[in-house]
């Protein structure tokens, strides 16, 4: 036996990541009686609302539903101060939970999985980090996150640039000072319409570097009073049981309404009403977004008629207003007076369709026409999301099999939680699952106690592997693909269906079918024993 295996420490559970879906993971299995080690590359929790420190930076799911629901406590004990809370309230909210449930004990911080290697002799998970430890357990829990792998554009002469070059997604701890600087931003995916309103405003000039626009509807937040608070603590876990029917997985409604159901004029009323509502509410207006491309067009054409109205400049208006794919079929916004900021004198739209980058240079970025020079410049241009934090590290299964080798076609799970040839390894918010398209949090709740129910079953049942059947598996695979099929989301490029990131394989392979259906398959396979998986017994 090697030495590093012999030094090996022997716990029950490794989870990687320490995001919302990690630290609950962390919290039930240790509740549960079991030994459990977290693994986190950051320096403590939070996952992306660790990283992401840019200014601007805010969740656009209501703070009501972007939050735990399995502790009563913590809902009570937590107030809120706004509906769509900023990441400086959120990172403190994982902050508190941590320190309410001591789970830092259970973490080691700055410390990244290197590989990650099923033993099929002595039936364990063995986990090398970056700092040369190695972890055995018999189960390892992927919180790896569907957006922790940034990705830089594809753009010559990065490295040249003499000024500093600030990632969203790695943004430093200290306060930036854009005062009197010439900014460029590339980017304009929900990340750079967040970082374009803030910054725009506080820079001396601001350049914003548009490839594709997106389409973005007012927010319109407000602070939560304390009467309000006081209502939605007395009435959490009604809420939280609504959440769990719900398609998003939060509280947002849901319209049973196709858009040609009512007449022109009234449909005009209800996207006004929605427009001034603000929020996702917009969403909300039709049945039919997503899959009647006449309705789409039509709801399209409204929302380019407000662009039109709010940018006093046509020809800036005209390049803003997104055109050749659906609307919603790219991760929809919400903003802050994102259109308004182009009205300043001092923020500048490069329309990057008509007039592509051409490199980055020393002094600033180049395009057809001509070179902009800039102090800083910063990085909004997204992730290699949903798969891209599980292919990072080595990940081997039964038989010596890669996850990147299995995947190399795309991701295959079942329920987004199990994958077949990898025993005894549970991810939280997949692929596959409704992650991206749900509250991430309500999907990182479902999945952990599907886990822990399953892992409870094991241990009942005196078993110590399980490994989906391919069956199952690929059972789960046509019904992600056979719900995606009529969705108009596979008509945009971007990273919900893996066209961002050169060489990934695409295709729309969420599931889209909803929150309240995907828990509805998740307890069916529990309710009908697992049969969809095969179990080794322990040897006694
Ligand atoms: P997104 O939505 O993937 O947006 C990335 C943006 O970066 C998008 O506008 C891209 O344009 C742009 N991009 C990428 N490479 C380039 C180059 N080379 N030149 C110009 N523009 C480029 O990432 P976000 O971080 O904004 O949002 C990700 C999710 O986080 C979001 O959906 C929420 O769920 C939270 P493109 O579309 O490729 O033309």
């Given at each position: ?212 626009p997106s389409w973005t509807l007012p ?49 005009r009323?209800?996207m006004e009403?929605a427009w ?6 917009f969403l909300?207006c039709?049945?039919?977004l ?5 309705a789409n067009d039509q709801v399209a054409d409204f929302v380019r008629d407000k662009i039109g109205e709010i940018v ?5 208006a005209?390049?803003l207003k997104p055109r050749?794919y659906p609307i919603f079929a790219r991760?929809p916004c919400l903003d802050?007076?994102y259109y ?201």
């Amino acid at each position: 036996m090697s030495r590093t295996i012999q030094s090996a420490e022997r716990v029950d559970i490794i989870v990687v990541g320490a995001g919302f879906g990690g630290m609950y993971a962390v919290y039930k299995f240790r509740e549960e009686g079991y030994n459990v080690v977290g693994i986190e590359a950051g320096g403590d929790v939070g996952g992306v609302w660790y990283w992401n420190r840019y200014p601007g930076a805010r969740c656009d799911l209501m703070s009501v539903d972007y939050s735990y629901g399995f502790s009563d406590e913590i809902q009570q004990e937590w107030n809120w101060s706004e509906q769509f809370a900023a990441q400086p309230e959120i990172l403190a909210y994982a902050n508190f939970v941590a320190d309410r449930l001591e789970l830092r004990k259970n973490f080691r911080f700055n410390t990244r999985v290197t590989s990650a290697r099923w033993d099929e002799e002595e039936k364990l998970w063995r986990c090398t980090t970056d700092d040369g430890a190695v972890l055995e357990a018999p189960f390892c829990i992927m919180s790896t996150g569907p957006l922790s792998i940034p990705k830089d554009p594809d753009i010559a002469g990065i490295e040249r640039f003499k000024g500093p070059i600030y990632r969203a997604q790695k943004w430093p701890h200290e306060e930036i000072d854009f005062t009197g600087k010439r900014v460029g931003l590339i980017g304009t995916g929900s990340t750079g319409i967040q970082i374009t309103q803030e910054v725009g405003r506080k820079a001396g000039e601001f350049f914003v570097f548009q490839r594709t626009p997106s389409w973005t509807l007012p927010m319109r937040n407000h602070d939560l009073d304390e009467a309000y608070l006081a209502e939605m603590k007395a009435n959490y876990p009604a809420m939280r049981a609504a959440m769990k029917m719900n398609p998003t997985g939060g509280t947002r409604p849901v319209s049973t309404r196709p858009f040609f159901s009512l007449p022109p004029s009234q449909r005009r009323d209800v996207m006004e009403h929605a427009w001034l509502d603000g929020g996702h509410t917009f969403l909300a207006c039709f049945s039919d977004l997503l899959s009647n491309q006449a309705a789409n067009d039509q709801v399209a054409d409204f929302v380019r008629d407000k662009i039109g109205e709010i940018v006093e400049d046509p020809e800036v208006a005209e390049a803003l207003k997104p055109r050749g794919y659906p609307i919603f079929a790219r991760r929809p916004c919400l903003d802050t007076e994102y259109y308004e900021t182009y009205n300043l004198p001092n923020v500048h739209l490069k329309d990057c369709l008509k007039d592509p980058i051409v490199e980055i240079a020393e002094n600033g970025i180049r395009t057809e026409s001509g070179e902009v020079e800039l102090d800083i410049i910063i990085f909004a241009t997204g992730y290699d999301a949903l798969t891209g934090a599980l292919l990072a590290f080595e990940v081997v299964g039964r038989g010596g099999v890669l996850l990147k080798d299995k995947w190399k076609e795309g991701p295959r799970s079942y329920l987004g939680i199990l994958v077949e040839g990898f025993p005894n390894m549970i991810a939280t918010s997949g692929p596959n699952g409704p992650a991206a398209l749900a509250n991430l949090i309500t999907i990182a709740e479902n999945d952990v106690e599907w886990a822990a129910d399953l892992i409870g079953h094991m241990k009942k049942q005196g078993l110590d592997a399980f490994e989906v059947t391919k069956e199952a598996e690929d059972r789960w695979m046509d019904e992600v693909f056979r719900l995606a099929e009529p969705s108009l989301i596979r008509k945009a490029q971007t990273w919900w269906v893996g066209s961002n990131v050169k060489g990934k394989p695409t295709g729309l392979s969420m599931y889209v079918g909803g929150f309240a259906n995907y828990r509805a398959h998740c307890m069916a396979a529990k309710n009908n024993g697992y049969s969809d998986l095969v179990f080794d017994k322990r040897a006694v």
